[in-house]
């Protein structure tokens, strides 16, 4: 997989390993170890894992914006639990250049009672078909397709319309899923209130603390071992000494007690 170390800056490949750490009362709590290069398949294995061993389960799913994704959403309302992930796209969607693209969906007004969008110029996009799209982990997804009816002599075409296709033949066209786009929806109003404020603000703080204080702190970089087995095992280990020092950080400074910093307190 691709490090964030790249000395050479060419995107080179190395072998690694995809380390998941859950935290509460900035103790971690659980660890697994995978080759997946990236984080968005990891949070359902890595919730079931943790509560086939530690008999648990915990109401409040805090995670970042690497972990969004509609299966990932609906394994958790299922559940019974609650999201707080950051959706993939909240930074941008608070760049000017996002606001004033009036090509994407989610600046064009959207009229529920007959399932149709306006784009900038107010002509409609409606459904015009539904199909199932199967992800590499096997999710089925439903997806509803959005084409405009009329996009001939639209002055606004060239800025609605981002593709290589000549500009005369060009039709605007999108592909959604409605459960997702309200599963987001939710989720963004949940990280929006003072609670996910607040919980988010501690995602920071604890489950990146941890990984920093490993690396930077306790000077761990590289695996000794070899092998998915072998590298739990080293992370395990590794889990439990930080454990030792957070809690004697926390009863040396008086907060045994305490599970999350305020946000007031917080620079």
Request: proline share 3%; aromatic share 8%; with cysteine.
């Amino acid at each position: 997989m691709r490090m964030k170390e790249d000395a050479m800056k060419n995107g080179q490949l190395k072998p690694a390993y995809n380390i998941q750490c859950g935290t509460d009362s900035e103790f971690i709590t659980w660890a697994t170890v995978g080759p997946q290069p990236t984080d968005t398949t990891t949070l359902i294995p890595f919730l079931q894992d943790m509560e086939e061993h530690i008999h648990r389960l915990y109401l409040n799913v805090v995670a970042d914006a690497g972990y969004e994704s509609e299966e990932n959403y609906l394994y958790l309302e299922t559940n019974g639990q609650r999201s707080f992930i950051k959706p993939n796209n909240y930074e941008k969607c608070k760049t000017r250049k996002w606001q004033k693209d009036i090509g994407r969906k989610e600046n064009m007004a959207y009229l529920a009672d007959e399932d149709v969008y306006l784009c900038a110029q107010g002509r409609k996009l409606t459904a015009t078909n539904e199909f199932i799209r199967k992800s590499r982990t096997g999710f089925q997804s439903r997806v509803t397709r959005y084409s405009c009816e009329d996009c001939s002599s639209c002055p606004l075409k060239i800025h609605e319309n981002h593709c290589k296709t000549p500009l005369e033949e060009r039709t605007k066209h999108f592909e959604v899923s409605k459960r997702f786009l309200r599963q987001r929806q939710e989720d963004l109003e949940r990280i929006s209130s003072k609670e996910g404020i607040q919980l988010r603000v501690n995602r920071s703080i604890q489950a990146e603390g941890a990984f920093a204080m490993m690396k930077a702190d306790m000077t761990f970089r590289r695996f000794l071992s070899r092998g998915t087995g072998n590298v739990l095992v080293e992370t395990m280990l590794l889990a439990i000494a930080y454990n030792m020092q957070k809690l004697h950080c926390k009863i040396q400074s008086g907060r045994f007690d305490q599970h999350l910093f305020p946000v007031d307190n917080v620079a």
